[in-house]
């Protein structure tokens, strides 16, 4: 089994900046089976990012993803209000899913 | 547009069986394009994935809940659930159901907070 480990585990930045999150992996996988969600406080998950690269639709372009084998990142590219929440990845393989513990985006 | 709501007792006794389920609409669930499955979060920490059934009948399991979970699937209802046994107070969690696509979930049910005490 894989394990995801997100990092750091919170992130202070400010509206306006950029903000690069980290997805490691135990083992290299297939970027085809990478994914990104964002949590708001009280929600479900919302997809962002599958395939480690594409866009799920409605997600704004500031939020691209990038990276292969064991390592992955989340990039948003000018931090908006909105965006100060919880972000996790998962990983796909063997019919199993596997999520890492998440990154807290936090507002400095 | 397809919704998933859970639906179950909000409260189970520790050493009992939690039982949860899941009912779809604005589409059916005899489709072969996709699973449906159940995740959880325990209160302020991530997420776990529990499970996937496929429309026939097919499971997958989490390898560490594999023991006790049980996923089924009701075509003629358009609905499935889940039913986890000998429940302690670390299966204290909001259980969401969500169809499942490989390899990413969407959309999700808005979760149901299930607490494990006498």
């Known amino acids: 089994e894989i394990v995801l480990t997100q990092s750091p585990g919170t992130l202070s930045l400010s509206p306006g900046e950029r903000a690069t999150l980290s997805c490691r992996a135990s083992q290299s996988f297939s970027r085809s089976f990478l994914v990104w969600y964002q949590q708001k406080p009280g929600q479900a998950p919302r997809l962002l990012i599958y395939?480690?690269?594409s866009r799920a639709t409605g997600v704004p372009d500031r939020f691209s993803g990038s990276g292969s084998g064991t390592d992955f990142t989340l990039t948003i590219s000018r931090l908006e209000p909105e965006d100060f929440v919880v972000y996790y990845c998962?990983?796909?393989?063997?019919?199993?899913?596997?999520f890492g513990q998440g990154t807290k985006l936090e507002i400095k | 547009q397809l919704q998933l709501q859970e639906s179950g007792p909000g409260l189970v006794k520790p050493s009992e069986t939690l039982s949860l389920t899941c009912t779809v609409s604005?589409?059916?669930?005899?489709?072969?394009?996709?699973?449906w499955g159940w995740i959880r979060q325990p209160p302020g920490k991530g997420l776990e994935w529990i499970g996937n059934i496929y429309y026939s009948g097919t499971t997958y399991y989490n390898p560490s809940l594999k023991s006790r979970v049980t996923i089924s699937v009701d075509t003629s209802k358009n609905q499935f659930s889940l039913n986890l046994s000998s429940v302690t107070a670390a299966d204290t969690a909001v259980y969401y159901c969500a169809r499942v696509w490989i390899p990413f979930v969407r959309p999700w049910g808005q979760g149901t907070l299930v607490t494990v005490s006498s």
């Open positions: 395939g480690a690269t």
């Open positions: 998962q990983q796909y393989g063997s019919s199993l899913y596997t």
């Open positions: 604005g589409g059916s669930i005899n489709n072969s394009s996709y699973y």
